[in-house]
């Protein structure tokens, strides 16, 4: 990307960056500790186009405080609430994220330069609604970055979506900027799959510039399965994909879940809990209110998977290059689920795609979204623009996210 609007003096260098990620799962905090660089110059032009250079250090996980999470989720929800309380929710993340970070600071003898917070998203709606008087779109991640800012002692790049939503984009995905930078392939195609709450994928041709990127959210990854294990069997999410399997897929179920336009619609395209959050959950169950629980967990899986796999046909196959082999390569906590990656895999070798995780190329699968809002805050802190407009939609390259400084 050539584009470069300074908004310091300071000249990219090298930082100890950590990356702070909440995903719409709601289930917890991932902190991953990155060195992030400038790329090597060139020694014929004393410049560089090319990416920057990422090396993972580590990376630690945190549950949310059950009280916490489930506050988080009713406000996802759209339950109603007050002013007070949105401040307060705000300002208690903040505290938690800082604590996250200085657990996983101690525990890993490592000291941040620069902080990214992607914070909680608690409401994302790319469709315009009319608001008093006018078509507004919107997102907002909660989580007071100054708390961090003043307990770590550092800059914290915080509200990273909303520059890219202004740009008239999408807001997200915005991890195609990391996907580009670490997984692309001068020979072969890589479409990158995050199995979250939400799923998305970004295909990258072979040798591709960073402006042939696709990226989009294909629909539920987790969501739907995590919101009816809570409700039918009390649990946060299916272990291993126990459930799942010991499930029948209903045919009619699923084919009516299926009518959702969300799956046919073309990219760009972004969702949330506005659209496969509590209320599809109740809809499943309402649709097959007789049906043994073990089965609509089974479908649900069965939907996440056919959802990711006719978008990697539909939109990702005839995006790619045309003869060179294609991998996809898959992160997330949905990783962990082996029904959901037993059908994904069926279904790829049938594409011809090989599947392997993030691991296998220098990132846990836990840690990939983390990483990359590390990368996204070095990027700001240096005037660098960090969306790709090829895959939120947005109308140009924007830096993204606010300073907060101690």
């Known amino acids: 990307m050539s584009i470069k609007i300074k908004f310091t003096s300071e000249k990219p260098r090298a930082l100890i960056v950590a990356g702070v990620m909440s995903g719409t799962s709601a289930d917890g905090v991932d902190v991953a500790f990155c060195r992030i660089a400038p790329a090597r110059e060139s020694r014929a032009s004393k410049s560089s186009n090319e990416s920057p250079r990422i090396q993972f250090l580590a990376h630690a996980g945190f549950h949310y405080p059950r009280a916490v999470r489930a506050e988080v989720l009713r406000i996802m929800e759209g339950a109603p609430t007050t ?6 929710l705000n300002w208690r993340l903040g505290a938690l994220y800082a604590d996250c970070v200085e657990k996983a600071a101690a525990k890993f003898s490592l000291k941040p330069a620069l902080i990214g917070l992607h914070g909680q998203t608690i409401h994302h709606e790319t469709t315009p609604h009319k608001f008093l008087g006018a078509p507004v779109r919107s997102t907002w991640q909660i989580g007071e970055a100054a708390v961090l800012a003043e307990r770590q002692h550092c800059p914290v790049i915080s509200d990273l979506r909303p520059a890219d939503l202004a740009a008239g984009g999408q807001g997200a995905p915005l991890v195609p900027m990391l996907d580009y930078t670490l997984f692309r392939h001068p020979t072969r195609n890589r479409i990158l799959l995050n199995l979250g709450g939400i799923a998305n994928l970004t295909a990258i041709p072979a040798g591709a510039s960073i402006d042939s990127l696709l990226a989009f959210d294909t629909g539920p990854g987790n969501m739907v399965i995590d919101a009816l294990m809570q409700s039918l069997f009390n649990k946060k999410y299916d272990r291993n994909g126990a459930a799942a399997a010991r499930g029948d897929i209903l045919g009619d179920l699923f084919t009516q879940l299926w009518r959702d336009p969300y799956f046919a619609a073309q990219p760009p395209k972004s969702c949330g809990r506005e659209q496969f959050g509590l209320a599809f959950a109740q809809r499943v169950k309402k649709l097959a209110r007789k049906s043994a629980p073990a089965d609509l967990i089974a479908t649900a899986t069965f939907l ?63 840690a990939k979204e983390s990483v990359a809002f590390a990368l996204l805050a070095w990027l700001t802190y240096f005037g660098l623009p960090g969306n790709v407009p090829a895959a939120t939609g947005a109308s140009h390259p924007v830096i993204l996210g606010k300073v907060s400084r101690r």
Do not use: K, W, Y
């Open 304 to 366: 996440t998977a056919t959802s990711i796999l006719e978008a990697v046909s539909s939109f990702c196959l005839p995006h790619l290059a045309p003869h060179a082999p294609t991998d996809l390569i898959a992160a997330g906590g949905g990783t962990r689920n082996r029904t959901l990656m037993s059908l994904l895999s069926e279904g790829l070798d049938e594409l011809h795609i090989s599947l392997q995780p993030t691991d296998s190329l220098g990132i846990p699968t836990q």
């Open 83 to 88: 002013a007070a309380d949105l401040s307060r």
